[in-house]
């Protein structure tokens, strides 16, 4: 699981969202100047607090209500950041008068239902505290008052950031695993969510990009306590503006990472397309397990040989997706529905697995006698023993003579021969050869 938080600031135009951003990254990385609006683009970077990583990203000034074209694009910006942070710094100038945009930023906060810090900034003396109180009316929590531009308070702040995303992290271990639902727009990720919850927790519409934000559920099943995270879905880089991908991509990288476990919905209507396999392949580099949930199956008159024809062309475009569960699903008559849990839940179980070493070695020495490696540039390749180091995923370690001369079809037979024997459906196995 990933150990870094994404954090944002947002606020209007010229209340100091880039000084700050540039005091807790330490350098100039934002542009800072007296006229408003200076920071049109989302600017991000990394700071360490603590012993703990963070990303932050600085968004252009958000004006509420705004016609203009490079207005809206900032606001769009900003709205999306928002939706795919851990955490929101939302930054107001002390010494304004409180105006409509400050309303709505306020309000579009609370109603996100997530972590945020409320920070008065440019408190350059203490004549100025006394002026938090006009901002008790927004109905925010307690403000930090700091001051970005001498420094004033920073590591305050920056202890409030750690204290608030390591909360989140702690409420994080409270479940066995987590599940994320992924997919392009509408293909039923929101609907699969609400039939497991029996409840209806995400908006279902015929309009793709429906879900905005990724939302939490738990369900306990079999003893089991289980996050299921329903994402908004993923569009093509020509369907969408360069803003919008860019922080898709933050999201669905940073999801990936966090969950144990992908259902990687496809329609079945469709073709199983780049943007498909460029996703799953993600998904296997980074060892997660993978359940390949196919929805729709309402909408093909023969089911049999629709399911068959759907399989063997995502086979034949990806052949090692073989070792990953199908499921042929139709959401919207409730079909199969608990089959994607149960099977996500004997995935999990699969990247659990450790194998006793004598039971591998038994088996190394039966795959060798059927297939021994190949000599490579006169040298006889022999594997000494092979032993499991690690779980969640599993990784292999066979110890030989000349690690770097087996060939990838001799590493690809012997994790098939391991799968044969062991199991591991839904789990990305790592095989590693080293010397001994």
Request: glycine share 6%; hydrophobic share 35%.
């Amino acid at each position: 699981m990933s150990n870094k938080n994404t954090i944002v600031i947002i606020g209007k135009p010229n209340v100091g969202k880039s000084t700050l951003f540039n005091r807790i990254i330490g350098k100039s990385h934002s542009i800072v100047s007296e006229q408003e609006g200076v920071t049109r683009d989302r600017i991000k970077s990394s700071f360490i607090w603590n012993g703990q990583n963070y990303d932050i990203i600085d968004t252009g000034g958000y004006i509420s209500n705004s016609k203009k074209v490079m207005d809206l694009e900032v606001n769009i910006q900003s709205d999306i950041a928002k939706n795919e942070s851990d955490l929101i710094l939302l930054l107001m100038d002390v010494k304004q008068e409180i105006t409509a945009n400050d309303r709505d930023l306020a309000q579009s906060i609370l109603k996100l239902n997530k972590p945020y810090l409320f920070i008065l900034n440019k408190v350059d003396n203490d004549r100025l505290v006394s002026n938090k109180n006009n901002f008790y009316e927004l109905g925010l929590n307690d403000p930090i008052m700091i001051s970005s531009q001498t420094g004033k308070n920073i590591g305050d702040l920056l202890d409030r950031i750690h204290g608030s995303l390591s909360a989140k992290k702690n409420n994080d271990k409270l479940h066995d695993f987590s599940i994320a639902i992924i997919g392009t727009p509408n293909v039923g990720k929101s609907s699969l969510i609400n039939k497991i919850m029996n409840k209806n927790l995400s908006i279902v519409t015929d309009i793709a990009g429906t879900t905005r934000d990724s939302v939490d559920s738990s369900i306990n099943y079999f003893n089991h306590k289980i996050r299921l995270i329903d994402t908004a879905g993923l569009r093509k880089k020509s369907k969408i503006t360069e803003d919008i991908e860019y922080y898709s991509t933050v999201r669905t990288g940073r999801i990936i990472d966090e969950c144990d476990i992908v259902l990687m919905m496809l329609d079945i209507t469709k073709d199983f397309g780049k943007q498909d396999q460029d996703i799953i392949r993600n998904i296997i580099s980074k060892g997660k397990g993978l359940v390949i949930v196919i929805n729709k199956l309402d909408l093909v008159k023969n089911k049999q040989e629709s399911m068959s024809n759907y399989i063997n062309k995502i086979r034949y475009k990806y052949s090692s997706l073989k070792n990953y569960p199908f499921i042929f699903t139709s959401v919207k008559e409730n079909k199969r529905v608990r089959d994607v849990i149960s099977t996500a839940l004997e995935v999990n179980n699969n990247r659990s697995l450790k194998i006793k070493t004598r039971d591998l070695n038994l088996w190394l020495a039966d795959v060798i006698k059927a297939n021994p490696p190949v000599a490579i540039k006169g040298k006889n390749l022999k594997i000494k023993f092979v032993s499991q180091i690690r779980i969640c995923p599993p990784l292999f370690v066979f110890h030989t003579n000349h690690p770097k001369l087996f060939s990838v079809p001799y590493k690809r037979y012997l994790e098939n021969q391991l799968r044969l024997k062991f199991g591991f459906l839904g789990v990305s196995i790592k095989i590693s050869f080293r010397s001994k």
